[in-house]
């Protein structure tokens, strides 16, 4: 059995890397938290800033809008879907309403954009564009032809030996159907939920072996 994929919307530095593999000159910080807000800014959009302290430098992470801007002409917009998930993400990180001076990791551009925040000792990294991307299907868990993988009656259809790539784009949109599921409802059935959750157990569908990358 492979390693198990977490149920929680965090991620492993090496999910982290390889989200952010074409991006160079990538390096590792130790920071402390200065603040956060989430609120309403300016422009009165819902967002999230958390604002960081390095050796020498200071930077804001966040900054994304938390709502449905295309809610235009209502008085107070509802937030949108990921917001929940990623509250409920930087709790493993740090204590969202006493966090000045917690120590984390930022993963980042050289001298420049912070791609993720991670745990200072643990594997525990949060990243927005991750998030998004998690539950809209934006990039990594775009594959038509794996998407059968996710219902049992297409067994039939594959061979059986899955790339270390695949399996791990697998796990992640299979993670993304049980969020989606929990918060929508109705989405599919019990035997499929289940058939999910084993996928991100780490259990090979339909007597799969994990082959070359």
């Known amino acids: 059995m492979t390693q198990p994929l977490r ?9 982290v890397e390889s989200f952010y593999e074409k991006e160079k000159e990538t390096q590792i910080d130790n920071v402390t938290i200065e603040s956060i807000r989430f609120g309403n800014s300016d422009h009165g959009i819902l967002d999230l800033w958390i604002y960081l302290k390095g050796d020498g430098w200071g930077q804001g992470y966040g900054g994304y809008a938390l709502d449905d801007v295309s809610q235009t002409f209502k008085e107070e917009r509802e937030p949108i ?7 409920q993400s930087l709790t493993h990180l740090f204590d969202l309403f006493n966090c000045e001076g ?7 551009k050289d001298y420049g954009k912070i791609f993720a925040i991670g745990h200072i000792t643990k594997d525990i990294w949060f990243s927005f564009e991750m998030i998004f991307d998690l539950f809209r299907g934006n ?6 032809k794996l998407d059968d993988l996710l219902y049992p ?25 049980l969020l989606k599921e929990e918060l929508e409802e109705g989405f599919a059935c019990k035997e499929v939920q289940q058939h999910w959750q084993s996928i991100c157990n ?11 990358e």
């Open 102 to 108: 917690t120590l984390l990791r930022v993963y980042r």
């Open 139 to 144: 990039k990594s868990i775009a594959h038509p």
């Open 202 to 212: 780490g259990q090979l569908p339909f007597g799969f072996q994990l082959g070359e």
């Open 7 to 15: 149920n929680n919307s965090y991620f492993s530095l090496a999910e």
């Open 81 to 87: 879907k990921e917001c929940a998930a990623i509250l």
């Open 153 to 177: 009656q297409f067994a039939h259809k594959f061979e059986k030996t899955i790339s270390i790539k695949d399996w791990q784009w697998l796990q992640k949109k299979a993670q993304y159907n």
